[in-house]
């Protein structure tokens, strides 16, 4: 079981950029891949982005396709989501996750990740 933290959310005016950090521990970080869901008030959780165990691959949702990046620093065992040019609708609580089985490529569907941050507040105003 691997523990994540996530820390960088706040209050963003849009056309602001954030930059979400998941900083992981226990289990080996480095062999699993990583994703980024966001939850909206009312709405279901959302796959944002997922970056694959060496970070040479990731895969975004559409709707923040080019302004949205995930790395990862596995030397430090942490995951990043930089978040340019927001829009009021990115407001949500975002988490991050760690994939179930190691060495796998990007996941979307929630059920393909077995460990969960507590999640953190991202809030656009418009």
């Known amino acids: 079981q691997v523990q994540l933290v996530e820390s960088g959310g706040g209050l963003v005016q849009a056309g602001g950029s954030l930059r979400l950090s998941c900083a992981a521990s226990g289990r080996t970080f480095r062999s699993y891949a990583m994703g980024w869901f966001r939850q909206a008030p009312g709405k279901e959780r959302e796959f944002v982005g997922g970056?694959?165990?060496?970070?040479?691959?990731?895969y975004y949702t559409d709707s923040v396709k080019g302004r949205f990046t995930i790395s990862r620093d596995n030397a430090k065992d942490t995951v990043y989501l930089q978040m340019n040019s927001l829009k009021f609708e990115d407001t949500a609580l975002y988490y991050c996750?760690?994939?179930?089985?190691?060495?796998?490529?990007?996941?979307?569907?929630?059920?393909?990740?077995?460990?969960w941050g507590q999640g953190t507040q991202v809030t656009v105003s418009s």
């Open positions: 996750a760690a994939a179930r089985n190691p060495w796998g490529t990007t996941y979307t569907d929630p059920a393909d990740f077995g460990s």
């Open positions: 970056i694959n165990w060496n970070g040479g691959s990731t």
